[in-house]
């Protein structure tokens, strides 16, 4: 369950897809970056645009700059924190590419060592966990969205029992105002 856990943490959001970055992988599979894009490019066909995909020196700046504000902060539920191995001396000629889901799972037909089967195990448990607890927080919004719109909804009912309440007390009021009102012309006493 910790190794699913650490795997979580070093996925990312990137371009709106939850991806994994190549350095990451290296350290999970227990092989040199280097090692593991060289094994990707021989197979370059299994992986498309949806697959992989490499930084661009813009995003990758900012992921840096997170990296150190987060390591700074020192919030252990940060997920830039778990990255120890950071390469932070890779130049816009060596950005990171990211694999996708599909991605790291088309790596597995690359990578054939046991720790690299059982490493992609653990990453598709991860990957499906995450999309599990998006699931649920979908959910959740959808919940507080619907209890919004019903409590928006009694504020407008309320609002228009006040109106009408109101109305009544001013028609009560000018009803004693008109029956309290001094009487002109002739008096007849009885």
Same mark, same amino acid.
């Given at each position: 369950?910790?190794?699913? %856990?650490?795997?979580?943490?070093?996925?990312?959001?990137? !371009?709106?897809? !939850?991806?994994?970055?190549? &350095?990451? $992988?290296?350290?999970?599979?227990?092989v040199e970056t280097r090692v593991l894009n060289q094994a990707v490019?021989?197979?370059?066909?299994?992986?498309?645009?949806? &697959?992989?995909f490499q930084l661009t020196s813009i995003e990758w700046k900012d992921?840096?700059?997170?990296?150190?504000?987060?390591?700074?902060?020192?919030?252990?539920?940060?997920? &830039?924190?778990?990255?120890?191995?950071?390469?932070?001396?890779?130049?816009?000629?060596? $950005?990171?590419?990211? &694999?996708?889901?599909?991605?790291?799972?088309? $790596?597995?037909?690359? $990578? %054939?060592?046991? %720790?690299?089967?059982n490493m992609n195990i653990a990453i598709m448990r991860a990957f499906?966990?995450? !999309? %599990?607890?998006? @699931?649920?927080?979908?959910?959740?919004?959808?919940? @507080?969205?619907?209890?919004?719109?019903?409590?928006?909804?009694?504020?407008?009912?309320?609002?228009?029992?006040?109106?009408?309440?109101?109305?009544?007390?001013?028609?009560?009021?000018?009803?004693?105002?008109?029956?309290?009102?001094?009487?002109?012309?002739?008096?007849?006493?009885?």
């Amino acid at each position: 369950m910790q190794i699913i %856990k650490s795997i979580q943490n070093r996925i990312y959001e990137i !371009r709106g897809e !939850r991806v994994m970055l190549d &350095f990451d $992988l290296a350290v999970l599979y227990e092989v040199e970056t280097r090692v593991l894009n060289q094994a990707v490019k021989r197979n370059i066909k299994r992986f498309p645009d949806d &697959f992989m995909f490499q930084l661009t020196s813009i995003e990758w700046k900012d992921m840096q700059s997170q990296i150190v504000t987060a390591s700074q902060v020192k919030n252990p539920s940060s997920q &830039f924190v778990m990255m120890d191995n950071i390469p932070q001396n890779r130049t816009s000629k060596y $950005l990171p590419y990211a &694999f996708t889901e599909q991605g790291v799972a088309m $790596l597995s037909g690359v $990578l %054939k060592s046991d %720790k690299a089967i059982n490493m992609n195990i653990a990453i598709m448990r991860a990957f499906v966990d995450v !999309r %599990k607890i998006l @699931l649920k927080q979908s959910n959740l919004n959808e919940q @507080l969205t619907e209890i919004k719109e019903r409590i928006g909804e009694h504020d407008v009912q309320l609002n228009e029992l006040y109106d009408a309440m109101e109305n009544l007390i001013d028609e009560k009021i000018a009803q004693l105002k008109w029956n309290d009102r001094q009487r002109i012309g002739f008096k007849i006493k009885e």
